[in-house]
């Protein structure tokens, strides 16, 4: 049962434009979110999260955004640069539980 | 900056053998998970542990596994007979107590091979 799901596998972007990463969950327990970024042969590095109390989380070039109603979010990258280039799990957690569940992820690339 | 440690980065070993993987999370943390990812597929969910028991744990986490923390500072993972299938890149992590929030620190991984 896969309750966090990232639907787009890739992305490609031009430096210094805008990377747009989407996920949807299904779970309405949810109320944790989180963004993780991810380099081959490591572990995933926390970027940024939001509670559901929130719609909107910021810090430097990375946005989160909550809709709640449509059980999405999105992280937003703005500039983005060749160094973003990884893989990106968003993540979400409900209020009782300890669990963290995990989307498949997007690889992201960004073209110089 | 404080992080989980994990050892060994790498071990292949051969199938029905015992292994264990160590872990040392950020020192003033309190929950302590573990997570694998096989090669291409998602991070997957198998075991967290706080106040020296288990407090959830998935379908994958079966009587194969199990998961201690000997010495108030290691976190360890068995596998007590290891499958092919058990190959995957293993991941701790660990987080604070905090309500409503809380963000997991992955350590770097180790990657079992079973041959």
């Known amino acids: 049962d896969q309750q966090v799901k990232q639907n787009s596998p890739s992305l490609s972007v031009q430096e210094g434009r805008i990377s747009i990463l989407n996920c949807d969950y299904t779970?309405?327990?949810?109320?944790?979110f989180l963004w993780y970024k991810k380099y081959p042969a490591e572990g995933p590095t926390f970027l940024i999260s939001?509670?559901?109390?929130?719609d909107k989380n910021e810090d430097g070039r990375f946005t989160v955004f909550l809709n709640k109603s449509a059980k999405h979010l999105s992280l937003h990258i703005v500039p983005s640069q060749p160094g973003d280039s990884a893989v990106y799990f968003c993540?979400?957690?409900?209020?009782?539980?300890?669990?963290?569940?995990f989307g498949t992820g997007t690889s992201l690339t960004v073209i110089p | 900056e404080p992080e989980v440690t994990q050892t060994p980065s790498h071990q292949v070993t051969q199938m029905g053998q015992e292994v264990i993987l160590r872990c040392v999370p950020i020192?003033?943390?309190?929950?302590f998970y573990w997570y694998r990812q096989i090669l291409g597929q998602k991070v997957e969910f198998l075991v967290s542990?706080?106040?020296?028991?288990?407090?959830?744990k998935s379908e994958i986490f079966d009587d194969q596994f199990s998961v201690e923390r000997p010495d108030g500072s290691n976190f360890t993972l068995k596998i007590r007979s290891t499958k092919l299938e058990d190959s995957a890149m293993y991941f701790c992590?660990?987080?604070?107590?905090?309500?409503?929030?809380?963000?997991?620190?992955f350590g770097e991984g180790s990657r079992l091979t079973v041959l």
């Open positions: 992590a660990s987080r604070w107590d905090l309500p409503g929030a809380g963000e997991l620190f």
């Open positions: 779970n309405s327990m949810f109320d944790y």
């Open positions: 939001i509670s559901s109390i929130k």
């Open positions: 993540a979400a957690r409900r209020v009782t539980g300890n669990q963290f569940y």
């Open positions: 020192s003033n943390h309190l929950y």
């Open positions: 542990f706080y106040n020296n028991e288990i407090s959830e």
